[in-house]
């Protein structure tokens, strides 16, 4: 091989090398795009809602939740908790309603669980009796955090989620709108019609419901897997549990859809509990 010969072999392999040394580096992650407003992250639909209720387009939310039959169990998806990690304000129920949130990795410094905050002290109701070997059967206690079920708690979720809102949009003036959530949410238990339901037995078929008639001072109880509830009484439904025969059911739903504020999902789950009393009344006559 002549000179210029090894001269451009030697040229072309160096340009080689220098190709794959450059694919080798490794790629710097793409810088978060610029924004206009602060990222609030939501763990549930509810918080979701209070937010677009007091915050309104002041601010740009993202709720981690998938569905709202999904929030207590399963965690986000990769996308959003990359996201979540530049959130300014990252807003969660706690007292474990989000199974989840324990598992995954989000900026503590940033998260704030405003339902412990508004519910520190959260009902604890029996769960279903149950067996473990020779062992006699027995109950575990269960927390139920979904205090917003009740329209004064729902206030007070309110209040601690406006608060936080407050602190990273300080000129905002938002407590106008926080306290017209407020009264929204405390008007549904100034009702005439709710006054006819305090001397009626409620069963729920979850832990979760128990909340909706806990302002009311009804007498209630959740029902163990299969049990026959109280004669008489009307049965909270949440989705998904399965109703017992030849009762007077009340469905209701925990979280609000897209677009929902929390007084309507309220005043829906109110509806529903009368029409179940003006049925069971029916029925009896």
């Known amino acids: 091989m002549t000179q210029f010969g090894r001269t451009m072999v030697a040229g072309l392999m160096a340009i080689a090398l220098l190709g794959l040394a450059i694919a080798c580096e490794p790629t710097a992650p793409p810088a978060p795009a610029p924004r206009d407003r602060p990222l609030v992250v939501t763990t549930t639909p509810v ?8 915050a309104g ?3 740009e939310v ?3 939740a998938r569905s709202a039959e999904t929030v207590r169990d399963e965690a986000p998806g990769r996308a959003d908790l990359a996201a979540a990690h530049d959130a300014d304000l990252i807003l969660a129920i706690g007292h474990g309603y989000e199974r989840w949130l324990s598992t995954v990795s989000l900026p503590a410094s940033r998260v704030r669980r405003v339902g412990e905050t508004a519910l520190p002290n959260p009902l604890e109701v ?3 009796t149950h067996q473990h070997g020779i062992e006699g059967g027995h109950t575990h206690q269960a927390i139920a955090a979904t205090g917003w079920l009740d329209p004064a708690l729902a206030a007070a979720l309110a ?3 406006g608060a936080q809102l407050e ?8 407590e106008p709108r926080i306290a017209q959530v407020r009264d929204e949410l405390n008007e549904l238990m100034q009702s005439a019609q709710l006054e006819s339901v305090k001397d009626t037995t409620f069963a729920a078929t979850s832990a979760d419901a128990v909340y909706l008639v806990n302002g009311l001072g009804a007498e209630q109880q959740v029902l163990a897997h299969g049990e026959t509830p109280p004669e008489g009484s009307i049965v909270l439904v949440l989705p998904g549990d399965v109703v017992p025969p030849n009762c007077s059911a009340a469905f209701l739903r925990i979280e609000p859809t897209p677009g929902q504020s929390l007084a309507n999902l309220l005043s829906e789950n109110l509806a529903s509990v009368m ?3 003006r049925e069971s009344v029916v029925d009896r006559e």
């Not at 918080?47 to 007091?54: D, H, K």
């Open 167 to 174: 602190a990273i949009l300080p000129d905002a003036q938002l």
């Open 62 to 64: 993202l709720c981690l």
């Open 159 to 161: 209040t601690a989620v």
């Open 57 to 59: 387009d002041q601010v």
């Open 47 to 54: 918080l979701r809602a209070l937010v677009e209720s007091i």
């Open 275 to 277: 029409q179940a009393r």
């Open 126 to 128: 029996a769960g279903p």
